[in-house]
């Protein structure tokens, strides 16, 4: 398997993008600042401009709009928060997020 790709049960092959560091270091102060998570970074923890437009077709052509998207990803907070600390590397965060999301996806 190429790291580009990342392993789902389904049929769903979604790409691994880029870090975004830029958004872990913001996401990493304001936290630690006390900033409260959804309040400060939105619904889908400050991920969703990252994540959604590379999924997008992948996931939206398999039955999940965004905002199921919004709703898994919420669930995967503590996932995303090990990221944010640096206990998760990112290709284990995003890798563990699209197997969650395509088990969520519809039956066919």
Do not use: N
Request: no cysteine.
């Amino acid at each position: 398997m190429s790291a580009a790709d990342v392993a789902s049960p389904t049929p769903l092959a979604l790409r691994l993008p880029a870090e975004p560091e830029g958004v872990r270091r913001l996401l990493r102060a304001a936290l630690l600042d006390g900033a409260e998570w959804e309040e400060q970074f939105g619904p889908e923890l400050g991920l969703g401009e990252v994540l959604w437009p590379a999924w997008e077709e992948a996931l939206s052509s398999g039955g999940l709009d965004r905002e199921q998207f919004g709703s898994v990803l919420r669930g995967y907070r503590r996932e995303v928060w090990f990221w944010v600390l640096g206990d998760r590397i990112w290709a284990q965060m995003v890798t563990g997020l699209a197997g969650r999301l395509a088990r969520r996806l519809p039956p066919v």
